[in-house]
Antibody, heavy 125, light 107 residues
Framework: QLLLQESGPGLVNPSETLSLTCTVSGGSISSTSDYWGWIRQPPGKGLEWIGTISYSGSVYYNPSLTSRVTMSVDTSKNRFSLNLSSVTAADTAVYYC?????????????????WGQGTLVTVSS | DIQMTQSPSSLSASVGDRVTITCRASQTINKYLNWYQQKPGKAPKFLIYAASSLQRGVPSRFSGSGSGTDFTLTISSLQPEDFATYYCQQSYTIPLSFGGGTKVEFK
């Protein structure tokens, strides 16, 4: 059973960089068919896709965040990471990591499953 | 960017009711539409992909339909464990986007 677990600081100062890691267990992050994603949810609000990365490092970012987002993969530790720079209070949210699964012959047929439990990151001084 | 609009934003229903949630895309997304269920304090749970294909293990009372811009999620007979918020998500193009959610509450 594939499990994902987010980790990182729960409090970040404004203007600094938010850094989170997602550790994958029960499977390899190096599967050629899998991508890995970050999604966030401000308190009481809906879901926002942040970005997706393959094991080889191919990345897709939300254009609304692309100037501040960096994602990376560490295959030796079976984990992937998110950095979000110059944070403000608007970046306060629960951050989820997830596997992006798909129908191999139909790349556009993809979805997020499973998800990590999520981690609340508050931006405040 | 493709905007996803769900309606209603909330609804009240009773156990045994048939519930229908609508999701509309701002442009065609073919059948590339997913549905998720989220309970308070929990991560979303994946239910349906490609508009109508049920994920393994999801009860058959859940069903999805639609193509193009208009989609529906139907719960044929609402069960106590189904009270939650439901989100649609398009996977047709980047940026991936979610609907605003529909909260199913107990009447």
């Amino acid at each position: 059973q594939l499990l994902l677990q987010e980790s990182g600081p729960g409090l970040v100062n404004p203007s600094e960089t938010l850094s989170l890691t997602c550790t994958v267990s029960g499977g390899s992050i190096s599967s050629t068919s899998d991508y890995w994603g970050w999604i966030r949810q401000p308190p009481g609000k809906g879901l926002e896709w942040i970005g997706t990365i393959s094991y080889s490092g191919s990345v897709y970012y939300n254009p609304s965040l692309t100037s501040r987002v960096t994602m990376s993969v560490d295959t030796s530790k079976n984990r992937f990471s998110l950095n979000l720079s110059s944070v403000t209070a608007a970046d306060t949210a629960v951050y989820y990591c997830a596997r992006r699964d798909n129908i191999i012959v139909v790349p556009a047929a993809n979805w997020f499953d499973p998800w990590g439990q999520g981690t609340l990151v508050t931006v405040s001084s | 960017d493709i905007q996803m609009t769900q309606s209603p934003s909330s609804l009240s229903a009773s156990v045994g009711d048939r519930v229908t949630i609508t999701c509309r895309a701002s442009q065609t997304i073919n059948k590339y539409l997913n549905w998720y269920q989220q309970k308070p304090g929990k991560a979303p749970k994946f239910l349906i992909y490609a508009a109508s294909s049920l994920q393994r293990g999801v009860p058959s009372r859940f069903s999805g339909s639609g193509s193009g811009t208009d989609f529906t999620l139907t719960i044929s007979s609402l069960q106590p464990e189904d009270f939650a918020t439901y989100y649609c998500q398009q996977s047709y193009t980047i940026p991936l986007s979610f609907g605003g959610g529909t909260k199913v509450e107990f009447k």
